[in-house]
């Protein structure tokens, strides 16, 4: 089976404008959760989409926001990019995270590397 | 609230040596606990996991964790490091919560193993 995949790998934008990043899960899979990873603060859960809703959000602004499609690939968005927003944004899926009751393990993409100038 | 507590930055050790990585939780409820790899410029590799059952939890790679609940603690182990083991690693706990979960990471231990 093909991994989860990331598009695009790198990304370089600037203060104020926004950003749209790609996720395609494992086949099959129908959870998909988006991270954010920083020196600083580690690995940060945004938000979690199943079966096209948002199931769990994170404690991050209203800037970033996500959806999910009918066959399951999901896009995280940003907005007004600040400096801080600088990250690696991974992106997970899982066969079910929650009926299964939270047992299945999380499969990782390689990420995006967002940088704001 | 839950929470995941690595307390080493980082950890060295010779290879061949036998390699040990902290983990502590804190959850309200059982606990589902999981380690994760992850080498430069990629993502985050699954290891192990433990759900319910045996203490010790064999994984990929020659890893294994054990759960302690009474100090509750999932130490990751390996008998013998490889210099290839050399990565960051991550500590995560996920316990259900009104039907859904959401996984908590630990700050991460980079393991360095020498020559």
């Known amino acids: 089976k093909a991994g989860v995949t990331q598009t695009p790998r790198y990304l370089i934008k600037t203060r104020g404008q926004q950003v749209t990043l790609s996720c395609s899960p494992i086949s099959g899979h129908r959870s998909v959760s988006w991270y954010q990873q920083t020196p600083g603060q580690g690995l940060q859960f945004l938000f979690e989409y199943f079966s096209e809703t948002q199931r769990n959000k994170g404690n991050f602004p209203g800037r970033f926001s996500g959806r999910q499609f009918s066959n399951s690939r999901s896009e995280m968005n940003v907005s007004t990019l600040e400096l801080g927003d600088s990250a690696l944004y991974l992106c997970?899926?899982?066969?079910?995270?929650?009926?299964?009751?939270?047992?299945?393990?999380?499969?990782f993409g390689p990420g995006t590397r967002l940088t704001v100038l | 609230a839950q929470s995941v507590a690595q307390p080493e930055d980082q950890v060295n050790v010779a290879e061949g040596n036998p390699l040990t990585v902290k983990c502590t939780y804190s959850v309200s409820g059982n606990p589902y606990l999981f380690w994760y790899v992850q080498y430069p410029n990629r993502g985050l590799q699954f290891l192990l996991k433990?759900?319910?059952?045996?203490?010790l939890v064999k994984g990929s790679y020659g890893f294994e964790a054990e759960f302690n609940k009474s100090q509750t603690s999932f130490h990751l182990k390996k008998p013998s490091a490889l210099v290839s083991d050399s990565a960051l690693y991550f500590c995560?706990?996920?316990?259900?919560?009104?039907?859904?979960?959401?996984?908590?990471f630990g700050k991460g231990t980079m393991l360095l193993v020498s020559p």
């Open positions: 433990y759900i319910t059952g045996d203490n």
């Open positions: 997970a899926s899982s066969f079910d995270v929650g009926t299964s009751g939270g047992r299945d393990e999380q499969f």
């Open positions: 995560a706990v996920r316990v259900l919560n009104s039907g859904y979960s959401t996984l908590t």
